[in-house]
Nanobody, 127 residues
Framework: QLHLEESGGGQVQPGGSLTLTCAASGYFFSHHHIAWFRQAPGEEEREGVSYISEDGITTNYADSVKGRFTISRDTAKMTVTLEMNSLKPEDTGTYYC???????????????????WGQGTQVTVSL
């Protein structure tokens, strides 16, 4: 199990950019799949936004963010970043990073694939 801490959230105008960072602490970071989820205000469900495999080779994105968001990982720094560009009001929400060692890449979007979560960081896109 890794301890995860998100940072980088904030308020930005539509069309703006933010970069979120998920900092991990613990052992064997390179064995862990990492994903970003978001929970919109008033919604109970968390939506899978992006995923990166334990080796960094495979990445996946929700259709709603393809072409705008980029996920990457730095094994030496034990971080996963989510670069978000061309932000829209519908991107507003609390963003969480999640991890586990045994994730089916075909189900990366399913929150039940991940046992361990950070506390979240708030992203607000508004004028």
């Amino acid at each position: 199990q890794l301890h995860l801490e998100e940072s980088g959230g904030g308020q930005v105008q539509p069309g703006g950019s933010l970069t979120l960072t998920c900092a991990a602490s613990g052992y064997f970071f390179s064995h862990h799949h990492i994903a970003w989820f978001r929970q919109a205000p008033g919604e109970e469900e968390r939506e899978g936004v992006s995923y990166i495999s334990e080796d960094g080779i495979t990445t996946n994105y929700a259709d709603s963010v393809k072409g705008r968001f980029t996920i990457s990982r730095d094994t030496a720094k034990m971080t996963v970043t989510l670069e978000m560009n061309s932000l829209k009001p519908e991107d507003t929400g609390t963003y969480y990073c999640a991890e586990d060692v045994a994730v089916d890449p075909a189900k990366w979007w399913n929150r039940f694939e991940y046992r361990f979560w950070g506390q979240g960081t708030q992203v607000t896109v508004s004028l």
